[in-house]
């Protein structure tokens, strides 16, 4: 197990394939189960040991600091750096504006990635690695899912639009505190030609996997899932629902 307890969440963004559940509140506050995407991320991080969460906002920034200043999470302290660029860059931007929170082991994950506990420990736990991003396995892929190419234990390739490939990343991963300067100087560099502005922040991991030092993690079995299309939301509350009965449960 790592010494990691930091992680960083990547919430500036709307979510307009979510319309209109998405038209004055980003995807980050939509309610399942009674919690918020977000309220689920934090409370998981909380529970696999993590002790501070920067939240990257954007569109509806007020409301995402309302939602955070009412959860409950004594061993936890988060808070928010603003992104004002979010309606004309993608989340590579939101890195590099979160730049100085990279300045040692570091957890990052997407703002709609829901996950179970178990996912953030096995994460923490995994072998030593500049960058660790975790993966699952399919029968099959569609054309939004972010797919990766596989050499044993290492990252070799990924990106939506790879001809071979053999998992795809849920958008969770663990950077190490080399792993975290290696990619605070990649992105850093890019952001300064605008030509960057819209690349995902995995394109960057993308380039770093040909220099070495990438790792996966599989995460096969366990629970998680995306918040992108209206489809998804009937099957995130189901799985936040098994979440909430497991956990009486064990109470």
Known sequence: MTSITRAIVLSAGQGKRLLPLTESRPKCLIDLSGRSVLAWQLLHLAKAGVREAVVVTGFGA????????????????????????????????????????????????????????????????????????????????????????????????????????????????????????????????????????????????DELAREGGVAVQSIEGLDWGEMDFLKDVEANQRMTQSWLERARSAA
């Open 62 to 205: 007020a409301l995402v600091e309302g939602e955070i200043a009412r959860l409950t999470l004594p061993d936890m302290q988060v808070r928010t750096v603003f992104n004002p660029f979010y309606g004309v860059a993608d989340n590579l931007a939101s890195c590099w504006i979160v730049r100085e929170a990279f300045d040692g082991g570091t957890l990052l994950l997407n703002g709609d990635t829901l996950f179970e506990p178990e996912i953030a420990q096995k994460l923490l736990g995994a072998p030593e690695a500049d960058i660790t991003v975790t993966i699952d396995r399919k029968a099959s892929y569609d054309a939004d899912d972010m797919k990766v190419a596989t050499a044993g234990h290492a990252l070799t390739a990924i990106g939506k639009t790879l001809e071979s490939y053999d998992a795809e990343s849920i958008g969770f991963l663990r950077f190490s505190a080399r792993g975290a300067q290696r990619f605070r100087a990649r992105t850093e560099a890019c952001m300064r030609d605008p030509v960057n502005l819209k690349r995902f922040y995995l394109s960057v991991i």
